[in-house]
């Protein structure tokens, strides 16, 4: 069975995310452990694309830099091997659809069960589309994450009722980034969702700041953050461990205050 449920065992939860592949392979193997040991309670690990249309120009460059390096979907689960060897924190794929399809789903969702993937987030795969994946998916015990906007309100009950995992809450209309403020008002969302599912809820998008991180931290089972921890990586790039680490173990502190 899926790990995911471990990840919310201990408070609220840190969800950190990288793009595989930046800068390295083996840097990003290194700074997966590294999260881990700081806080990160579950990973979510990007599978690079050329067309990441939910992504800011941050994440945009991260897939771009990997892709430069040739990064393939089997690096990727190489990746998760190496991580796999030293631990056995929840470890979630965010990629689009299109590189699963690629790789086939009957290949791609045996070779997560192998190596120890929990789940998948696919941001460009509506609910209406879901069933392309869900019955391969829980054959190999990955929980298909569901996603759930701002705009989202009318179709809450249908996408909560059929999730799986975690519930991904965007905080904010746009794409993924660092947003100095998040005015959505979450507590409504999430009061809704609530009434739907017992499943944990993470808002994600924008999330930058231990501030942030305290206010949902308060409301949230779990704070996902990306791309504040992706401009880590872009700014020291191979020397990244140690400022990744000092990062998620403030993100991870203020998440629980």
């Known amino acids: 069975m899926s790990k995911i449920a471990n990840a919310f065992k201990n408070g609220t939860a840190f969800i950190g995310f990288l ?18 040991e700081a806080g990160c ?23 771009v830099r990997a892709l430069k390096h040739n990064t393939t979907t089997d690096d990727v689960f ?10 056995d924190v929840p470890l979630v794929f965010l990629t689009y659809i299109n590189p699963v399809f690629f790789y086939g789903y009957e290949k791609f ?17 509506p609910y209406e589309e879901k069933g392309e994946i869900a019955e391969i998916a829980k054959a190999n015990d990955v929980d298909v994450i569901s996603l759930i906007a701002p705009t989202s309100s009318e179709r809450i009950q249908m996408i909560a ?30 009061e809704d969702i609530r009434e739907v599912t017992d499943l944990p809820l ?10 942030q991180a305290k206010n949902i931290g308060k409301i949230a089972d779990g704070v996902i953050v990306g791309s504040a921890i992706v401009k880590i990586i872009e700014k020291y790039g191979e020397d990244a461990t140690e400022p990744l680490k000092e990062y998620v173990s403030s993100m991870k502190k203020a998440s629980n205050e």
């Open 19 to 36: 793009t595989a592949g930046d800068p390295t392979i083996d840097k990003t193997v290194e700074f997966i452990l590294a999260m881990e």
């Open 41 to 63: 309670d579950l990973i979510e690990i990007g599978i690079p694309f050329s067309d990441p249309m939910a992504e800011g120009v941050v994440i945009q460059d991260a897939n």
């Open 78 to 87: 190489d990746i998760v091997r190496r991580v796999r060897e030293k631990t």
């Open 109 to 125: 969702f045996k070779k997560c069960a192998e190596l120890g993937i929990d789940g998948i987030i696919s941001p460009d795969l």
């Open 161 to 190: 009722g059929d999730a799986s995992g975690f519930i991904y809450v965007v905080s904010s209309l746009g794409v993924t980034g660092m947003r100095s403020e998040i005015k959505t008002d979450l507590n409504a969302i999430l």
């Open 202 to 211: 993470a808002v994600g998008f924008g999330i930058n700041t231990p501030e």
